[in-house]
């Protein structure tokens, strides 16, 4: 094959290609052939850890697109030639053990960016459903308020805050914005910019829950994030809150969240992908308080336009991860080459 | 009472006022006391037309915030003491027969302006589910999808037409550009400004149609507007195409949409109120395509917020109405005086 004259040594391998995940278009990866590498017909869904090292046997690339967790045993399962693992999305970090990764010299890459606008949109959509109970007035009935209270507020009067103020955050903002709400927010790193061009406030994290009717979630979940809405933040919310997370689920603590809905502090709370089903806080939260939890299964990025473009960008990852052992789009010890 | 000194001779009748729906604020009514007018606890929802007559008895005016149809006959029972009928919202239309009205003396007034954010949001809102499908994937499983051709599409990727570039159309075409989304438009008047503010194109309806991918349907119904949308204007929406009538139902004619719901042409349809529940083609709507109709029960405009404003608007328009006969917000042969 002559086009292996150009192309790093690892190509050389003629390994494969495991791809996880729904909805990919296959034919986005068939670049990869020229890179010596073979391309499975269809992605798969690896249920178990033994399911996952089984697909990854012989395989130099690894497209992480579902909700299996590519562990420490798993990955070093792989080393023999495995090179790189892109993962679509950019909350890798419950998926993928980074640090494991690093030590074995497999490069991890992400896709950040790419599912800004999918994410924003379903985000939006589900405050709305929060925020007017939609889904409990599905259906032609005329609604019979018994009183001024139990009507809805509109989204214009409602005081938002955003925590993290990223990518996502910042597209949520921006349209938040254009329905007039007033939006506050809370990151690690100021961004007067983006407060200037928006006219966002900053805030501490207790303050800006002290003054939100909504709360929006949307960091990463590290050993730094997780758990970081505990107690102590969500005591402050304004009664019936609406909380909204279509971050990663580990961001809250569960069981915080549940002592919130107890008291009615936390009207309702909007989840992209739930807590550990077999956990038994996820099923109490479930039980308890059904009809108040909006719960979709990590669809936020699952656009065709957004898959396809995190897979194109997973595909770039590669092909300069084999070729030259770096890409832009590295993160953990690899990252931040650029 | 001093305070009749100053306001016109009608409210020296002692006259009564009915309210009708639900969620109305009545302490928002008190400083009609001083018209001399008697202000019941609450709204009734009256269900028939012998029931809408006996709450007219007596009654000066008639604040008009349910379902109910003021009719030429219920006008007429109420002609010795009813001087105005103040509609909340503006889509009076099928509710009040202003030509009857007009013929009575009795001033219709709607509050045009009032609902503008409560019904964009709502809109906004169904427009995503819709687009999204997100009913259809509540709950915490991962989607498995069997192709990429099952995902939805990003909103920013669709192109929206707006039928009706009134203050409607206007906000929700503003919300959609905050989402990057390719707007363009039909209405009766061209609006210049609108179009360079925002971005927007203009078309006529069959071409609007027949570049939308989602089509948003935002005008009063009239005797002009009814069944406006029809067989020649959905046959030429792009497959599978989302149509969304958060105005009212009879802008869309129902059988055309049945036929263009069997051919695909029309994927999901989003309506706030449905056709007459006793009709027939309702029924077959419902039963053929419950799962691709999202229903709700006229709520766009039910908020705290746009009830408030609603009714403060409309108490406005009462008082003068009884103190000069005329006020700026009548329809009809009393409207455009201001």
């Keep these: 094959m002559a086009v292996r004259d150009f192309v790093g040594e690892t190509a050389a391998m003629d390994g494969t290609i495991l791809v996880t995940g729904a909805g990919i278009d296959m034919s986005l990866l068939e670049s990869l052939r020229e890179h010596g590498l073979r391309i499975p017909d269809r992605p798969i869904q690896p249920l178990t850890e033994e399911e996952l090292i089984r697909g990854l046997r012989g395989a130099v690339a690894y497209v992480h697109g579902g909700e299996e967790r590519a562990t420490a045993g798993v990955l070093a399962s792989a080393r023999e030639t495995l090179k790189?693992?892109?993962?679509?999305?950019?909350?890798?970090?419950?998926f993928v053990d980074v640090a494991a990764a690093d030590g074995l010299g497999i490069v991890v890459t992400s896709t950040p960016g790419a599912a800004t606008d999918s994410v924003t949109e379903l985000t939006i959509g589900q405050i709305i459903n929060a925020n007017r109970h939609i889904g409990q007035?599905?259906?032609?009935?005329?609604?019979?308020?018994?009183?001024?209270?139990?009507?809805?507020?509109?989204?214009?009067s409602r005081r938002v805050g955003i925590v993290g103020l990223g990518a996502n955050g910042t597209r949520i903002a921006e349209v938040l914005r254009a329905f007039h709400t007033d939006v506050a927010y809370f990151s690690r790193t100021r961004k007067p910019d983006v407060e200037e061009r928006l006219g966002l406030?900053?805030?501490p994290l207790p303050e800006l829950a002290g003054r939100s009717d909504i709360l929006v979630v949307m960091v990463p979940c590290t050993a730094e994030t997780?758990?970081?809405?505990?107690?102590?933040v969500l005591k402050r919310l304004r009664p019936g809150a609406v909380l909204i997370n279509?971050?990663?689920?580990?961001v809250v603590d569960p069981h915080a969240l549940h002592e919130a809905m107890s008291a009615e502090r936390v009207g309702m709370a909007v989840f992209d992908g739930f807590y550990d089903r077999n956990s038994e806080i996820a099923a109490k939260l479930l039980s308890d308080f059904g009809d108040r939890l909006l719960v979709t299964g990590h669809i936020a990025s699952h656009t065709r336009e957004a898959m396809d473009r995190m897979v194109s960008q997973a595909v770039g990852s590669i092909k300069n991860v084999l070729s030259t052992g770096a890409?832009?789009?590295?993160?953990?010890?690899?990252?931040?080459?650029?």
């Design 201 to 203: 406030s900053y805030l």
């Design 137 to 156: 007035f599905l259906g032609d009935r005329y609604p019979g308020w018994r009183s001024p209270e139990e009507l809805p507020h509109e989204l214009r």
């Design 226 to 232: 997780r758990f970081m809405i505990d107690v102590d």
């Design 327 to 338: 890409d832009e789009y590295a993160v953990g010890k690899h990252g931040g080459i650029s």
């Design 246 to 250: 279509t971050a990663r689920p580990a």
């Design 84 to 94: 790189v693992v892109a993962f679509l999305g950019v909350g890798y970090e419950n």
